[in-house]
């Protein structure tokens, strides 16, 4: 072969080597069975703050994680140095199963779904009576996430102090829903935040409620030596400084009772979206309705000529009370939280 005016072999090709190893990859990865057991307190910027044993560990999530997200309340399994000496940092290899995840979306039109919190037991729903008014459309739909997450909703009610607190209740009050009411007086001179504490002890609990309505203030009294910051939003627009920009769990002291638990702080919420949720699973928080509901046509809404439940309920089999709190629930998707 001539080639620029010279005859050429096989001893001029010039074969660019490969800069890949000759070794074949595989896709076996370490199984980590010397991994240290860790609970995520918080995640900030992608660093995990997790708790080992006694120690407070910042770690990253490995690679062959991959886009599994890491969120508070997870349990993980961790590698590397778990000194928790500053500037070190080690990696979260596994995400054990999780008994319950809270989910929520931006609007009900967002495809995307947002994990809150991983294996919460409970879902506490902050609500002040007024300063701001309450936002009985929104506790509807906090109300929907917990009974399709699989969490024991329970609301808390501040600021008595400025308005009762019957009217509210009485609007819940055929959900058998738990509550306690608390004042400003009452989280500052510690009972109210006992009363609080007693029904969350021995469970995991995650609060969510409207910038404003003093859910951090709540957070403080539970775990006094924990304060995080508190600031001032506008009671209208719900415009102003929020405080908690991250979701953070803190272990609770010991109530009067014993036991213990944690309580998550999350930041405050002006909408929250269930375009995620599948509403024929809210009956399921419903057992006095669901057995009639295996009667209804198929791909019946609950709300809608030829319902099963309304015969259900005119036997005398459920409160009628009932029935219309579970279409308001499963209406709440088709209304704005403002409404």
Known sequence: MRR???????DDIRVR???????????????????????????????????VEDRTVTAMKARELGRKAVVVGDRVAVVGDLSGAKDTLARIVRVEERSSVLRRTADDNDPFERVIVANADQLAIVTALADPEPRPRLIDRCLVAAFDAGLEPLLVLTKADLAPAGPLLETYAPLGLRYVVTSRDELADGAGAEAVRELMHGQVTVCVGHSGVGKTTLVNALVPERQRATGDVNAVTGRGRHTTTSALALPLPPSTTGGDGWVIDTPGVRSFGLNHIELRRVIHAFPDLEEGAAECPRGCSHNEPGCALDA????????????HSLRRLLATRERREGD
Do not use: I, Q
């Not at 620029?4 to 096989?10: L, N």
């Not at 309920?313 to 009370?321: F, Q």
């Open 4 to 10: 620029y005016g010279k005859h050429t072999d096989e």
């Open 17 to 51: 080597p490969s800069r890949r190893g000759t070794r074949p990859r595989t896709h076996t990865r370490p199984k980590h069975e010397d991994a240290a057991e860790g609970f995520v307190l918080t995640v900030d910027r992608g660093r995990m703050t997790c708790l």
């Open 312 to 323: 259900w309920v005119a036997g005398g089999h459920a409160e009628p009370a009932r029935l």
